[in-house]
């Protein structure tokens, strides 16, 4: 049991961890990659370093980390979840953990998914969240759409309850091993269809499979995503925090840009700041 999990090794997970550490608490780090820092050529706005590159940044961040004795995994977190203790459960790719405190530090989400009909039927069939819409499907023949780790956990979320489960790859090799019940397709999709919900997914050859409701799983689960599976309020994209980047769900907290505001490594910084010390203290009230 840890007492803070934080999600994402960017300025806001790490700066969030680094206070957990120096509170004497024990802290986990999981994170897939370095998000947009790791992709950024030039930063030169930022207090005390010049003209930096961002993945230049993002390893220094990680080193001094590394330094406190912080553990960092590398991951993808594909589920979070309470037990009945309300502590937390975090699931990835490889493993289960269990933490008093969760602090959602992963960045921007993801760009959806540029298929004709998704955007159009988004509450109407299409869904992002297994745990949340499973129910709506019982017996139902359903498809997800994704290759990876984060589809699997879709789609084991759905077998319980489904009828049928087609797992759609949108043209790209499936990453992991999938259940034999599951059906896998791997065409590229041309467009989902339906007017007033999903109807069917149409695919290259111009065959069309008909589904009750169709499930977004492409690449990792995005911070709004991961928010949506416990309950926490999100705004489009973005995690509803308070203030003191608390959301709405006891013992989670969301900091930098997966939350409201300017895209800023200084606010990322900030906001990790506050999100630690906050965890801090849900995490020594629940000792």
Do not use: W
Request: charged share 20%; glycine share 12%; proline share 3%.
């Amino acid at each position: 049991m840890f007492d803070v999990i934080v999600f994402g090794k960017g300025p806001a997970g790490i700066q969030a961890a680094l206070y957990v550490k120096r509170a004497n608490l024990n802290v986990l780090i999981i994170a897939k990659d370095g998000g947009a820092l790791a992709k950024t050529e030039k930063i030169a706005n930022y207090y005390g370093v010049g003209t930096i590159s961002g993945p230049t940044l993002l390893e220094a961040g990680v080193t001094q980390a590394k330094e406190l004795g912080i553990e960092i995994i590398d991951g993808q977190v594909t589920g979070i979840s309470m037990d009945l203790d309300e502590n937390f459960i975090v699931d990835t790719d490889h493993a289960r953990y269990h933490a008093k405190a969760v602090v959602i530090a992963t960045g921007s989400p993801r760009t959806t998914v540029k298929i004709p009909g998704v955007k159009e039927l988004e509450g109407k069939g299409v869904s992002y969240c297994a745990v949340c819409d499973a129910f709506f499907y019982r017996n139902k023949h359903v498809g997800v759409i994704g290759h990876g780790a984060y589809a699997l956990h879709e789609a084991q979320e759905l077998l319980p309850l489904v009828g049928k489960l087609t797992l759609f790859t949108h043209g790209l090799p499936p990453e992991v091993v999938f259940p034999p019940e599951i059906v896998v397709n791997t065409q590229k999709i041309e467009q989902i269809t339906g007017t007033d919900g999903v109807e069917g997914v149409r695919l290259a050859d111009g065959s069309t499979i008909s589904v009750d409701g169709l499930f977004i799983a492409l690449g990792s689960a995005s911070s709004s995503d991961l928010a949506l599976k416990i309950g926490a309020m999100v705004d489009g994209s973005k995690i509803v925090t308070d203030e003191k980047r608390h959301t709405n769900v006891p013992g989670l907290f969301a900091a930098g840009d997966c939350t409201v505001g300017t895209m800023q490594i200084a606010k990322a910084v900030s906001d990790g700041m506050t999100a630690g010390m906050e965890a801090i203290i849900y995490a020594r009230a629940k000792k």
